[in-house]
């Protein structure tokens, strides 16, 4: 018989009795082989359309993360540094006058227990607290004690020391205060200017603090130039100098204690003031409210800027904010111009009102602990 006239099944039986066996586990093999191609090309395709499908919801996760965090990004810093490196930057010149008094004003207005003590009253309490100048010269230490109002009898008192002492005993806790305020502001500017990351919170505090110092165009640098304290000193000078060491109609009835003028405001009007004249002495009701105003207005008016810069620049020299050099740049404050810097700088020195300048406020709570 020859091989291409037998069946397939004579083969198979022929080649089983010599003992090889024929089986289909090949193509067995080929249709399991394709069934798994096409079970991995099928998985492969849900993988790729799951990617597409759950990628956006996961960006959007992602920034709704971003936005609960309440973190952005702060680039004051580089921003800053391009500001201050620009030569043809126009730094503090720019003034918003909208807001520049609003918490002041609104500080004003609140409720105080403004009770004029006589001037025995108040030397009696300075007495029983042991709080005298001798001692603040000596320990540079500042009992708290903050009063509303001058006592009127301080114009009766002939002998001019003890006036004149009396009078820096009521004003140089109101004027350390304000610049421990200051101080702490501009403290937590340079906290947050240090911050890779600052808080939503932390970016409404700047904007406040924008609006109080009439910074457009959230100009940092402006900013930090204008949040600087005033020198202790320099401040009683002229407290000293506007108010003939208290006894003025102005310190008297408004408690002005800086002789600053308004055009729109509640205020007096001097009485040797022209008839046609339209400006005023503003009106405080508290005396710690016109040492507020008194140093926003050094702060942010035009006729500082001078004043300002000289000061910022001794900051940067890491030197001592120093009134005699200071006050050379108030000759816009007052009409006689240099002849009011020279009688400034006189009260300054014959009264060694510089003993002041390092003195600190005694604390009455934990917030002023860390500034002493």
């Known amino acids: 018989m020859k091989i291409n006239q037998l069946s397939f099944l004579e083969i198979k039986k022929k080649l089983k009795q010599k003992g090889f066996i024929i089986s289909k586990k090949k193509i067995l093999t080929r249709k399991v082989i394709g069934l798994d191609t096409l079970s991995k090309t099928l998985l492969s395709s849900l993988i790729i359309i799951s990617i597409f499908f759950i990628t956006p919801i996961a960006i959007d996760l992602s920034k709704e993360k971003v936005i609960l965090s309440k973190d952005y990004e702060n680039t004051s810093k580089n921003d800053q540094k391009k500001q201050l490196n620009n030569q043809d930057l126009k730094l503090d010149d720019d003034l918003d006058k909208k807001f520049l008094f609003e918490d002041i ?3 004003n207005e609140e409720p105080k227990d403004s009770v004029r003590l006589s001037a025995a009253t108040i030397e009696e309490l300075f007495k029983s607290t042991d709080y005298n100048l001798e001692d603040v010269r000596k320990n540079k230490l ?10 009127a009898e301080i114009k009766k008192i002939e002998n001019i020391k003890k006036r004149k002492n009396l009078f820096i005993q009521i004003v140089l806790p109101l004027i350390i205060a304000e610049n421990n305020n200051i101080k702490s502001d501009r403290n937590k500017l340079f906290s947050i200017l240090n911050k890779s990351k600052n808080t939503k919170a932390e970016q409404g505090w700047l904007n406040s603090k924008f609006r109080q110092y009439g910074v457009l165009n959230k100009d940092l640098p402006t900013l930090k130039v204008r949040m600087d304290e005033v020198p202790i000193s320099m401040t009683i000078a002229q407290a000293a100098k506007e108010t003939g060491w208290g006894t003025s109609r102005f310190a008297q009835e408004g408690n002005a ?3 600053q003028w308004t055009w729109s405001g509640e205020g007096i009007k001097p009485s040797a003031a022209d008839d046609d004249s ?3 002495v503003m009106k405080f009701n508290i ?5 507020k105003a008194y140093q926003r207005n050094l702060n942010t008016h035009s006729s500082y800027k001078n004043f300002r810069t000289a000061r910022a620049e001794l900051r940067d020299n890491e030197e001592k904010l120093d009134s005699i050099i200071l006050s050379e740049h108030l000759d816009k404050y007052a009409e006689t111009g240099k002849d009011y810097v020279k009688i400034l700088q006189q009260i300054i020195k014959q009264n060694n009102l510089t003993d002041f300048d390092d003195a600190k406020l005694m604390p009455s709570s934990i917030e002023l602990k860390s500034l002493i």
């Open 105 to 107: 004003l609104t500080f």
């Open 142 to 151: 500042v009992k708290p004690i903050s009063l509303t109002l001058l006592p």
């Open 257 to 259: 204690l800086f002789g």
């Open 278 to 280: 339209t400006h005023k």
């Open 287 to 291: 005396l710690q409210a016109s040492v």
